[in-house]
DNA sequence: CTTAGCACTCTTTGGTTGTGAGTGCTAACT
DNA sequence: AGTTAGCACTCACAACCAAAGAGTGCTAAG
């Protein structure tokens, strides 16, 4: 869509002070706003092809304007400008790291707190996708004569770990075999790669250890899984109730969407790779209860590979130009965090 | 405080009915509900005395009579029988558990949203407390050369881990004596004698290792401290919504209030032991958030002591009568499911 | 002690009426 | 042809008022 060049500088002036105030912009109000040498009726007219184009329209026949999905999505992709964080706040950002590098699961949770807190809007992580990660190593920690605690080590870095109770003793022996199993047949191998049938056949041909080990299989299996499936962490909810867009029930139907995972993690899961910063907006959204919400979602990458999201969701007059580098911002350091921390082998 | 016996039955059946509709209640539509041979102008002249003793109160004078704290606390105290939890519910709530029993944190969090789901509440409830715990055993397997995950284990079942990086490889000799030391220092002490001045005594005695022993013997300190720092976990934030109690920005306040984690302890610690459930009603709670909500706790048990405890959180008008025993039958049930999975020693 | 009756209070609802912000249109102006 | 002043029009919103309804407290009689 091609557009004026004044056009273009009224619809980035009404989105922007709709964000600023929530208000509908009259054409009175922009002008105060905007050092235009034009009048208010020049204005209105510019206002009403823009309204025509259905990039703004009217609450009501005789309110100003808002922006329309379209109007924003124009703003998002031609007119705006993403601010600069600046410097103080991004020492305030990497100090709120503190000690909890170590564990992929906790940094996600501590940057979708800080992304929080930063935006205002409630946010969402992932932990890193164990997608073509292998197993890279399992260890049996014995903790009672019948049970142990088996530790699996992803080649991300990832670290899980269960307790396996057998109902014979486990003995040297019966760990001996179990560590002679995991080397043949598991150690090496694609998380992906232990499903259901690839169990069966594995207890097909256990033989007599079977009763002993089947116990500590199944912990092995169970924690692949878990470590497969990308874990989807939701903060700041109690944002969305400061957003006076979600009036009514429609901050409950958000809270409760937002507590379910499995939608949220296809949701995040759909941001486009090829941008930097996948913004969706309102009803570019493939869920009911996002209609009214913005998305700002960003992928991070460990040793340049695609390996999670991070984003945020709040409502459609969200302040895109400052959020939008903030998002990216984050997932940016945590992709940095996450790879130095794992990439001494 | 005594009451006649009609007075009594006056004041239950006002909190019951004013629980159910929200609705202050009149002394017609009380009479309707109550099967009593009496008129509607004695049934006022007795809530008017109720009123007088500060158990029921008037939002303005010509409406209907709502319970007052003190209203509900005589309610509670003496006038409510608990009810019985279905057999089918029962089998429902068992059912949740799935497989998630192996890890005493999952165990709890699910617990908090069972019980969120059962109540409509939100739910908050805390990982077993490491007091009184010992270290088990420690153990140090080796991720990379110069990379070892420390994982710790408590005597109460609690299993922590954590990846430690040295500056230095870490060899077999360093492991072995890594081995030795903790086995010297750390195997058997309460997780609460870990502490600064023991660590800084345990760094003097090292000599010549101290460089390579470091951060794993960091990393075991660290462990213990987030062992005997029991986690709070909160479930079902967008309950609170639904009650219309929570009106204007009291449900924002409520909210913010339950996302600190540090409050919330010290509210659930604060809960009698001697009782089966502590009930606190609106200002009986110490914190300004909680003046309009019901806070019901109770404690589970590992092994017949106190470790922590589930609750749940309403508005004042909540349903004491059902969700009371509803309260204490899960917290019953992780106290079972918990000693159940580590009494195997 | 109980109860019928009644005056009184206070919220709620609906209707009416201004007010003000903002628009669209027309006609004049550059 | 684009711009602007002027004006009639629309519509949400607030204020105000009246009627309705629920419920109370009080009094006097049973």
């Known amino acids: 869509m091609e557009l004026s060049e004044r056009k273009q500088k009224i619809l980035g ?16 109000s922009l002008l105060s706003e905007l050092d235009m040498s034009v009048s208010s009726a020049t204005v209105r007219n510019e206002m009403a092809e823009l309204s025509a184009l259905g990039l703004l329209e ?5 309110a100003g304007r808002i922006p329309t999905n379209e109007g924003y999505r124009y703003y998002v992709d031609n007119l705006m400008v993403n601010r600069q964080i600046d410097e103080s706040l991004r020492r305030h950002i990497e100090a709120s790291f503190g000690s909890a590098l170590t564990d992929p699961e906790k940094l996600l949770e501590r940057a979708g707190e800080v992304l929080a807190d930063l935006t205002g809007c409630a946010a969402v992580s992932t932990t ?25 080590m992803t080649s991300t870095g990832v670290i899980k770990s269960k307790v396996a109770r057998s109902d014979f003793d486990l003995n040297a022996s019966v760990l001996e075999s179990f560590y002679n199993v995991v080397k043949a047949s598991f150690v090496g191998k694609l ?5 259901t049938p690839m169990m069966q056949s594995l207890v097909a041909s256990l ?14 299996s169970d924690l692949a899984q878990e470590a497969v499936h990308t874990e989807v962490m939701l903060g700041g909810q109690s944002n969305i109730l400061h957003h ?4 009514g029930n429609t901050a409950y139907e958000l809270l409760e969407f937002l507590r379910r995972g499995e939608p949220l993690s296809k949701l995040l899961s759909s941001a486009s790779e ?14 009911r209860q996002l209609m009214k919400s913005s998305v700002i979602v960003s992928n991070y990458n460990i040793d340049g590979n695609r390996r999670g999201s991070i984003g945020i969701i709040g409502p459609t007059r969200i302040d895109y130009a400052n959020l939008i580098p903030s998002v990216k911002y984050l997932t940016d350091l945590v992709g940095e965090l996450l790879t130095q921390t794992f990439k001494e082998e």
Chains 1, 2 share one sequence.
């Open 13 to 28: 002036a009404v989105v922007e002070l709709y964000i600023k105030t929530g208000e509908p912009v009259g054409s009175k």
């Open 207 to 220: 033989g007599g250890d079977v009763f002993s080990l089947l116990p500590l299989m199944t912990a092995v």
């Open 274 to 287: 090829s941008k930097d910063v996948d913004v969706k907006i309102g009803s570019e959204n493939p869920y």
């Open 244 to 247: 006076n867009n979600y009036y």
């Open 58 to 62: 009217q609450p009501h026949t005789s």
């Open 191 to 195: 998380l992906s790669e232990v499903d």
């Open 128 to 152: 890193p996708s164990g997608e073509g990660a292998y197993i890279r190593r399992v260890e049996a920690v014995p903790v009672g004569t019948r049970t142990v605690m088996i530790v699996l």
